[in-house]
């Protein structure tokens, strides 16, 4: 009899001593994440203004500096974080020229090429820091031709001139940027038979209509004197490495047989600001130019030519094989640790990148503390987390490309899911892209996050919006760092950001993207955009969603 009560007594023991000491349910760690008690928007803020105070293209002493806070953020985190630097093909502009011959009496023009600074800019110290206006791989040479006006320079705008009997062979065209990738633009131009380009930003597209409209930093439209620069790289990873790992000592292609690749131009370009685009625009005669391929309000007529206008087109680059950095940081699995779910961001931008790519960068680094605070108390994540900060996406996802390739078959077969943040905050509004399997899986995380800019809904509602059905685009080209996942190895992967596309270069391109006022309503929408990025994370670890 008593052996009998004395074991019930260890039974009731031990189950009290279960319901004291068995760990939370991943449902608590759950909540507790998703909502505000983790962290404010001081840190995260903290991270946006490090990471931009200067400019650091790829392959810069600055942008080295960047990774050497990243590398600090992610070990203060407990993780095991570390560099995977490679050895690729980088090119800088060394000197560029453009001059425009006018008929007479008008004389000619020598643009000066320069991206004005704002009246007040806080950051004008370091403006000098800015590479020049240039076209990453662009081909050196010095071109002098008639100029053309091409529209966006699609394949349909060259039969267009084409049955208009315009004769592009010889000439330098002029077109303007939106439509179809830059490097796009300059190799339709080379099989038209062109021999050179310069593309510009017109007012239409990125400076507000005309008009009375009012550009940074007043507006959010690209001022006159504003510059879409980038790579026309038509390819992906280092040029001279194609489809192996470009490590120190490695094989490479010599800069020939890249030219034979057809991946880079084989004709000079040049980027222009909107203002010059429209003075050249202004020299062009011949034909009136269809009405949908006219400018806005208060632009000048435009015409097809040839000519009479005649460019000058100068551009000499400089190559080298240059050092990128990529920082890993890895939080080991408890039940399913072969099992990879990778978040990955770039970090080297054209100029200081306050949107496009350390909004997301900041973004990153906030979600790696955060999930160490929930280590702290105990949590624990399912699934591998692999957090990554890629270099020299700009030049054509070179960080990313080159790790995927080192890494092909350890990711094809362990790699859950890659969710890639990017430009993550230009303003308000929800959007993603997405492979299939991860369509329900967004759906259900943006119904659980409030909206950032309204409190009475769900990030999900206002996505949704009248539509009735959240519209999830399909990742398709090179657009950002998910392309060597999806294309390469077939890796399920999300691309997710708030506000859609930045109309203006200067958030971008330029130091007028360094405005203490964007930065801070950048902050405030970011806190939705960190906890919506986190919470796939969570979702993915704690959901079978792949059935594995």
Same mark, same amino acid.
């Given at each position: 009899?008593?052996?009998?009560?004395?074991?019930?007594?260890?039974?009731?023991?031990?189950?009290?001593?279960?319901?004291?000491?068995?760990?939370?349910?991943?449902?608590?760690?759950?909540?507790?994440?998703?909502?505000?008690?983790?962290?404010?928007?001081?840190?995260?803020?903290?991270?946006?203004?490090?990471?931009?105070?200067?400019?650091?293209?790829?392959?810069?002493?600055?942008?080295?500096?960047?990774?050497?806070?990243?590398?600090?953020?992610?070990?203060?985190?407990?993780?095991?974080?570390?560099?995977?630097?490679?050895?690729?093909?980088?090119?800088?502009?060394?000197?560029?020229?453009?001059?425009?011959?006018?008929?007479?009496?008008?004389?000619?023009?020598?643009?000066?090429?320069?991206?004005?600074?704002?009246?007040?800019?806080?950051?004008?110290?370091?403006?000098?820091?800015?590479?020049?206006?240039?076209?990453?791989?662009?081909?050196?040479?010095?071109?002098?031709?008639?100029?053309?006006?091409?529209?966006?320079?699609?394949?349909?705008?060259?039969?267009?001139? %084409?049955?208009?009997?315009?004769?592009?062979?010889?000439?330098?065209?002029?077109?303007?940027?939106?439509?179809?990738?830059?490097?796009?633009?300059?190799?339709?131009?080379?099989?038209?038979?062109?021999?050179?380009?310069?593309?510009?930003?017109?007012?239409?597209?990125?400076?507000?209509?005309?008009?009375?409209?009012?550009?940074?930093?007043?507006?959010?439209?690209?001022?006159?004197?504003?510059?879409?620069?980038?790579?026309?790289?038509?390819?992906?990873?280092?040029?001279?490495?194609?489809?192996?790992?470009?490590?120190?000592?490695?094989?490479?292609?010599?800069?020939?047989?890249?030219?034979?690749?057809?991946?880079?131009?084989?004709?000079?370009?040049?980027?222009?600001?909107?203002?010059?685009?429209?003075?050249?625009?202004?020299?062009?005669?011949?034909?009136?130019?269809?009405?949908?391929?006219?400018?806005?309000?208060?632009?000048?007529?435009?015409?097809?030519?040839?000519?009479?206008?005649?460019?000058?087109?100068?551009?000499?680059?400089?190559?080298?094989?240059?050092?990128?950095?990529?920082?890993?940081?890895?939080?080991?699995?408890?039940?399913?640790?072969?099992?990879?779910?990778?978040?990955?961001?770039?970090?080297?931008?054209?100029?200081?990148?306050?949107?496009?790519?350390?909004?997301?960068?900041?973004?990153?680094?906030?979600?790696?503390q955060r999930l160490w605070k929930l280590q702290r108390i105990g949590w624990k994540p399912r699934r591998t987390i692999i957090l990554c900060n890629?270099?020299?996406e700009e030049y054509g996802l070179t960080g990313s490309t080159e790790w995927v390739e080192e890494n092909r078959e350890l990711l094809a077969s362990?790699?859950?899911?890659?969710?890639?943040?990017?430009?993550?905050?230009?303003?308000?509004?929800?959007?993603?892209?997405?492979?299939?399997?991860?369509?329900?899986?967004?759906?259900?995380?943006?119904?659980?996050?409030?909206?950032?800019?309204?409190?009475?809904?769900?990030?999900?509602?206002?996505?949704?919006g009248s539509t009735h059905s959240p519209v999830i685009g399909r990742l398709g080209g090179a657009g950002s760092d998910y392309a060597a996942f999806?294309?390469?190895?077939?890796?399920?992967?999300?691309?997710?950001?708030?506000?859609?596309?930045?109309?203006?270069?200067?958030? %971008?391109?330029?130091?007028?993207?360094?405005?203490?006022?964007?930065?801070?309503?950048?902050?405030?929408?970011?806190?939705?955009?960190?906890?919506?990025?986190?919470?796939?994370?969570?979702?993915?670890?704690?959901?079978?969603?792949?059935?594995?």
């Amino acid at each position: 009899m008593f052996k009998a009560i004395a074991a019930t007594f260890l039974a009731i023991a031990t189950s009290f001593s279960i319901l004291l000491f068995s760990p939370p349910p991943k449902s608590y760690y759950h909540s507790l994440f998703i909502s505000d008690s983790l962290s404010d928007n001081v840190s995260i803020s903290h991270h946006l203004y490090t990471l931009t105070r200067r400019p650091h293209v790829a392959g810069s002493q600055a942008n080295a500096e960047a990774a050497a806070y990243v590398l600090s953020t992610l070990s203060s985190c407990n993780m095991q974080a570390h560099i995977v630097s490679y050895e690729v093909l980088l090119t800088y502009p060394a000197s560029r020229s453009l001059t425009l011959t006018r008929p007479p009496p008008e004389p000619p023009i020598t643009f000066d090429l320069k991206q004005e600074i704002y009246d007040g800019d806080p950051y004008a110290d370091v403006a000098n820091e800015v590479l020049p206006t240039s076209h990453a791989y662009a081909k050196s040479g010095s071109v002098t031709g008639a100029v053309v006006y091409v529209n966006y320079g699609r394949l349909e705008d060259y039969d267009t001139l %084409k049955e208009m009997g315009v004769n592009v062979t010889g000439t330098i065209v002029l077109a303007r940027y939106g439509q179809i990738y830059r490097g796009d633009i300059v190799m339709n131009a080379f099989d038209a038979g062109a021999i050179g380009a310069l593309v510009y930003t017109d007012r239409k597209d990125y400076g507000g209509g005309g008009g009375d409209a009012k550009w940074f930093p007043d507006d959010k439209w690209m001022p006159p004197t504003g510059v879409q620069v980038g790579t026309v790289y038509n390819g992906s990873g280092d040029p001279t490495t194609p489809g192996w790992a470009s490590t120190q000592g490695c094989e490479r292609l010599s800069v020939e047989e890249v030219e034979r690749s057809g991946d880079v131009p084989l004709i000079p370009s040049l980027p222009i600001s909107g203002a010059d685009g429209e003075t050249i625009l202004r020299s062009i005669g011949g034909q009136i130019a269809k009405d949908d391929w006219q400018g806005s309000n208060g632009a000048p007529t435009y015409k097809l030519g040839p000519g009479p206008g005649v460019v000058n087109l100068n551009y000499n680059g400089k190559q080298v094989i240059a050092t990128i950095q990529n920082v890993i940081g890895v939080i080991e699995g408890v039940e399913e640790p072969d099992r990879f779910v990778i978040l990955g961001n770039h970090r080297d931008a054209w100029t200081f990148g306050a949107v496009d790519p350390n909004s997301g960068t900041a973004a990153l680094l906030e979600v790696a503390q955060r999930l160490w605070k929930l280590q702290r108390i105990g949590w624990k994540p399912r699934r591998t987390i692999i957090l990554c900060n890629w270099d020299a996406e700009e030049y054509g996802l070179t960080g990313s490309t080159e790790w995927v390739e080192e890494n092909r078959e350890l990711l094809a077969s362990r790699a859950v899911a890659y969710l890639n943040v990017d430009c993550a905050v230009s303003g308000a509004g929800f959007h993603a892209a997405a492979t299939p399997q991860l369509d329900e899986l967004l759906k259900q995380a943006a119904q659980q996050i409030q909206d950032p800019d309204n409190s009475s809904q769900t990030i999900y509602e206002q996505w949704v919006g009248s539509t009735h059905s959240p519209v999830i685009g399909r990742l398709g080209g090179a657009g950002s760092d998910y392309a060597a996942f999806v294309q390469h190895i077939g890796v399920p992967a999300a691309d997710m950001l708030f506000g859609g596309g930045t109309p203006h270069a200067s958030l %971008k391109n330029k130091s007028h993207c360094k405005d203490t006022q964007y930065i801070i309503q950048c902050m405030m929408t970011l806190s939705g955009w960190k906890i919506l990025v986190t919470q796939c994370f969570i979702d993915m670890l704690q959901w079978q969603v792949f059935g594995v």
